[in-house]
């Protein structure tokens, strides 16, 4: 008989089987409902404001798809699946609305790659900002209902703007909050080609309309502009950026990760939400991502500063993992590392809780 023979042995989460392995029905190979999931995965299929390569709005699907690849015994976390883990269905006229905002924002995109005039694309540019609204608003009060019923709430996009929803839903919740961002770009441009919804823009409008979060603290950036790095300068001190130039010097210095990961972490309050941006790691680990730049972040530094959040007491309430792009074939690599990250930051989030 083979290693692989799971006849009367151990299925994947390390259950006696009695000869067959149970069903796998959902994310991560499970059979959870969101009722009984203390997890509750909500995925946002949407790329209306896409300046770079295309496919983010499949990645909640495909990282769906790798999760049952997953082995949900983990070294460093244990066993999370064990609190219940289910993903939500998709929110009712997302998708027509999302092929709607698609087709606006990539005209107003080609208005601007062209040189074109931005009044040709002003209905354009207004019809996406209103739609990127109707999605902001929709995932609010979803986050909202997952978090009055008392559970983790981890949204997967699409692109970067789809967090700004779930982050107000937290922020009203948590005054004070701090938001950890993991990305290569700050995302602070007051708009971006004149989308007020930018996945370029979503720092600005946290920072901007969302006064209870007290800090935003950065991590792996290493593409703005003049204005960005402005804005970081004269926030005084509520925006933190540790910029992949500096930890990358810092390391070659011969400074410790783990010394610099405590670093990150102690800037927070001791309530965080965590927003992650797939182009903060290395290109290699997220070839397809629409935007990817050199440089970045490892998978091991990045969990080395969830860890360092754990491990400093603060609390992560909520997050989201966005920009995953699965590549013309549907899946492979990108779907596959975002997945594993996915019950990573599962598992730091309920580790942070206690649970």
């Not at 896409?50 to 495909?62: M, R």
């Not at 603060?314 to 989201?320: E, L, P, Q, S, Y």
Request: with cysteine; charged share 20%; proline share 5%.
């Amino acid at each position: 008989m083979g290693d692989d023979d799971l006849s009367g042995g151990q299925g994947r989460n390390g259950e006696e089987l009695d000869g067959s392995e149970p069903p796998e029905a959902g994310v991560f190979g499970l059979g959870d409902t969101v009722a009984e999931a203390r997890v509750v995965i909500v995925p946002v299929p949407w790329e209306a404001t896409a300046t770079g390569g295309q496919g983010t709005a499949a990645g909640p699907a495909a990282i769906a798809t790798a999760s049952t690849q997953v082995d949900l015994f983990d070294v460093e976390l244990g066993e999370p699946w064990r609190a219940g883990i289910a993903q939500a269905p998709v929110l009712a006229q997302l998708e027509q609305r999302a092929r709607q905002a698609r087709d606006h924002g990539q005209r107003v995109v080609a208005a601007f790659d062209e040189g074109r005039p931005t009044a040709e694309v002003a209905a354009d540019v207004a019809c996406t900002n209103e739609l990127t609204q109707w999605l902001a608003e929709q995932i609010e009060s979803e986050t909202d209902r997952w978090l009055e019923a008392g559970k983790l709430v981890a949204l997967v996009g699409g692109d970067h703007s789809v967090a700004f929803g779930s982050l107000g839903a937290h922020a009203a919740r948590h005054p004070g909050m701090g938001v950890l961002q993991f990305d290569a770009h700050a995302d602070l441009r007051v708009a971006y080609q004149g989308l007020i919804g930018s996945h370029a823009s979503v720092m600005h409008r946290v920072m901007d309309e969302l006064p209870q979060v007290s800090r935003l603290v950065s991590v792996g950036v290493r593409d703005l502009c003049l204005q960005e790095h402005r804005g970081i300068v004269d926030s005084g001190g509520r925006i933190v950026a540790f910029f992949d130039a500096d930890i990358a010097a810092q390391v070659l210095k011969g400074e410790s990760f783990c010394g610099i990961a405590e670093q990150i972490a102690d800037e927070l309050p001791e309530q965080v939400y965590v927003t992650f941006d797939i182009d903060a790691l290395e290109p290699s680990l997220c070839p397809h991502t629409g935007t990817p730049v050199p440089g970045g972040l490892s998978f091991h530094q990045a969990l080395a500063i969830l860890d360092a959040l754990c491990r400093s007491g603060r609390r992560i309430v909520g997050f989201d993992l966005c920009e995953v792009a699965p590549g013309s074939g549907g899946g492979g690599w990108d779907a596959s590392v975002g997945a594993r990250l996915l019950y990573k930051l599962i598992g730091y989030a309920l580790r942070s809780q206690r649970v």
